[in-house]
Nanobody, 122 residues
Framework: QVQLVESGGGLVQAGGSLSLSCAASGRTISIQTMGWFRQAPGKEREFVASITWDGGSTSYADSVKGRFTISRDNVKNTIYLQMNSLKPEDTAVYYC???????????????WGQGTQVTVSL
């Protein structure tokens, strides 16, 4: 069974930094990517960043490029999101995502953490 446990959210002033982490349980053999999404009040959930589990290739939303860095620790089955130069518009609930391959199928399965609040004040 897959469980994703996030930590590290909080309140920070604009220009500050925060680091999020997401610890995953369950077998890792079928993980394709892990990443972060966020959802602000009244808005749809949006992609923030992702990293492939095997090769460590990263992808970022344009809005966070150059400010956020995603990384992984395959031994600890954990991913991190280092967020620098935070802006008020980064305020949202941040969700950890794990995307898994399905055996003998082209389908992918998404798993989600419970979310952690990030609030950036002026």
């Amino acid at each position: 069974q897959v469980q994703l446990v996030e930590s590290g959210g909080g309140l920070v002033q604009a220009g500050g930094s925060l680091s999020l982490s997401c610890a995953a349980s369950g077998r890792t053999i079928s993980i394709q990517t892990m990443g972060w999404f966020r959802q602000a009040p009244g808005k749809e959930r949006e992609f923030v960043a992702s990293i492939t589990w095997d090769g460590g290739s990263t992808s970022y939303a344009d809005s966070v490029k150059g400010r956020f860095t995603i990384s992984r620790d395959n031994v600890k089955n954990t991913i991190y999101l280092q967020m620098n130069s935070l802006k008020p518009e980064d305020t949202a609930v941040y969700y950890c995502n794990q995307r898994r391959r399905v055996l003998a199928s082209p389908s992918l399965l998404d798993y989600w953490g419970q979310g952690t609040q990030v609030t950036v004040s002026l």
